[in-house]
């Protein structure tokens, strides 16, 4: 079985074709491109055109279009802002027709992606004329496009990707998110229990401090009534002689045989027998009256008052004693005498805290645990699909790998042990393993891989992986440096096989590939009026041997060389 019929078996298989695909690209002033629009057909599309003429400004634009990052200076100059909209039929893509109608997106067998960057470095996205966020733009675009770039074989030299690469094969990604969720939750709650520990190494001595400030507290038996008014008893207490002398001499005017109080029951008696005479003195003998309950009364709360006073004094030297003790502590706890029992509430709940201390360790141990089991059950789960995954994804790449100018030549994704600590993103490193030749080690590939190697192995890699299922468009921009001759002419074939089913577009300066299209574009680059702009022309059969035949001979062309370039294109045919 040849290399490209594995190919076609790998990719394409018994699926029946889904008339999906970009249809039209539209880009107003994006840097040096004007006004440019353009139609894409089924099959594969080659773009071509000189260096520097701006075929890696339709890559740029179909990136911003399906949610890629922005910039100011992508808007030509003296512009407000620049625009790219892309049009793409649905055809039978269920899975993104369910996204749209999931999102009210939907647009009959359409979809309209549209891209809007301004002067400012702001940009809005839209989908189907409705306003969107940038994060939906782009998980809407990986419906429609896969994009493979032109220095993803620099990538390969980083450990890293060879993990992506391997998840996105093995549709793991999103497993190993969740692993890695995981193992954040697990981090932190350890940095909690070392902290906890940390602390508890010193709460013996805490906790025996706290608990002798509480029974200091608690050993004078306090009220809040006490506290609120001791010093204010033993300032009476300390002064006890003198207010007995005044309220003495104050009682004694008032129930004096000659006080105001007989004086008032006299008045009374007076005016009461008077009225017999004139009533109008009712209200003097009502006053009267009232006077003499209100001195009555007086009389008897001064009596009251005198009987406790005199007690108090004998007292006033146990209330030195209390109120000092009380002063001692209120400088302690920094506080004042009445707040000494909000205090003790206080020394009580950090008693409590530090109980519960004990308790909450044990509680985030058994938290530790359970997390640990369920990390290391999924990552058995994401080594098991890694693996199987990983055995597959060799296989394939290797299979082209031959006919990819390096016979004999292996890649192996090699999975290491698992790891027995909680690591980010499973228990196994992942690297990618080569050799070039028959008869050598498998070694890492950042290791033993020259560059024309690593661009062939990026290809290899690139087409196998193609998520093909989901999206029905693939573009290729310059995947196919670092190769020529009849390597070129198989990477051109290889490429033309995988658009029998799905639209490729391709952009390339080699012309083994382009004479492999079925469409032809040329961007080139013209001067006007002191500007500059790119344009895109859609080639018919003889400029396109003319194209062909200027990537094969360069500036000067000869008839030799056109002649070649016609045969290239027929054979390819």
């Given amino acids: 079985m040849t290399i490209l019929r594995l190919f076609v078996q790998s990719f394409i298989g018994d699926r029946r074709y ?54 100011s200076l992508l808007v030509r100059k ?37 891209r809007v960057i301004s002067a400012d470095g702001k940009s809005r996205s839209y989908v189907n004329g409705s306003n969107v966020p940038l994060s939906i733009l782009k998980d809407i675009g990986s419906y429609l496009i ?39 939750n697990f981090q932190k709650i350890k940095d909690e229990i070392t902290n906890l520990k940390n602390n508890n190494e010193n709460l013996s001595s805490k906790k025996e401090f706290l608990n002798h400030q509480l029974n200091e507290l608690e050993q004078l038996d306090m009220t809040q009534e006490e506290l609120d008014s001791i010093e204010d008893d033993f300032k009476v207490s300390q002064n006890a002689s003198l207010l007995v002398e005044k309220i003495s001499r104050v009682l004694e005017s008032l129930d004096h045989d000659s006080g105001v109080n007989n004086i008032l029951i006299e008045g009374e008696s ?50 030195a004693i209390r109120i000092n003790i009380l002063h001692d502590l209120g400088r302690k706890h920094s506080c004042q005498i009445k707040e000494l ?23 985030l141990i058994n938290k530790q645990d359970k997390i640990e089991k369920d990390y290391y059950k999924k990552s058995k789960i994401l080594t098991s699909k890694r693996s199987s995954s990983s055995k597959s994804l060799s296989k394939k790449v290797t299979e082209l790998m031959q006919n990819l100018g390096m016979p004999g030549s292996e890649v ?31 070694k890492p590939l950042n290791k033993v891989a020259s560059g024309g190697e690593l661009s062939r192995i990026s290809l290899a890699l690139s087409v196998v992986t193609s998520k093909t299922e989901l999206t029905p468009s693939i573009v290729f921009d310059e995947v196919d440096v670092g190769i020529s001759g009849s390597v070129a002419e198989i990477v051109g074939q290889m490429l033309k096989q995988l658009s029998a089913r799905y639209q490729v577009i391709c952009v390339t300066h080699l012309a083994q590939v382009a004479a492999q299209g079925k469409e032809h574009m040329k961007v080139v680059k ?6 500059t702009f790119t344009e895109v022309t859609n080639l018919n059969p003889l400029q396109r041997t003319d194209e062909v035949a200027r990537i094969l001979g360069g500036i000067k062309v000869s008839d030799k060389t056109k002649m070649a370039a016609e045969e290239m294109i027929k054979s390819s045919a």
């Fill in 412 to 442: 192996l994704f090699h999975l290491s042990s698992p790891s027995q600590s909680i690591q980010l993103n499973g228990e196994e490193e992942i690297v990618i393993k080569v050799k070039t030749n028959t008869g050598q080690d498998l």
């Fill in 270 to 319: 007076i005016v009461s027998e008077s009225m017999e005479y004139d009533n109008s003195l009712d209200s003097i003998q009502s006053l009267l009256s009232s006077a003499q309950v209100q001195i009555q009364e007086s009389i008897y709360d001064l009596s009251d008052y005198l009987s406790k006073i005199s007690s108090s004094e004998d007292t006033s030297a146990e209330l």
């Fill in 526 to 531: 013209i001067q006007r009026n002191g500007a």
């Fill in 18 to 71: 889904k008339k999906s695909m970009l249809d039209q690209l539209s880009v107003k002033n994006l840097v040096v491109v004007e006004d440019l629009s353009i139609e894409f057909n089924t099959g594969m599309t080659v773009v071509t055109g000189e260096t520097g003429a701006g075929k890696s400004i339709l890559i740029q634009a179909l990136n911003l279009v399906t949610g890629g990052r922005s910039d």
């Fill in 341 to 363: 029992l909000r205090i003790k509430s206080s020394i009580k709940e950090k008693l409590d805290g530090l109980d519960s201390s004990s308790e909450m360790l044990d509680e």
């Fill in 146 to 184: 896969d994009m493979h770039g032109q220095n993803e074989h620099q990538l390969l030299l980083r450990n890293n990707q060879h993990r992506i690469l391997l998840d996105d094969y093995a549709g793991t990604r999103s497993l190993c998110q969740e692993i890695n969720v995981i193992v954040h």
């Fill in 78 to 114: 003296g512009k407000d802002k620049a625009e790219i909209v892309a049009t793409f039929i649905l055809g039978a893509n269920k899975a993104l027709k369910t996204l749209l109608e999931s999102l009210d997106l939907e647009s009959d067998d359409e979809c309209i992606l549209r």
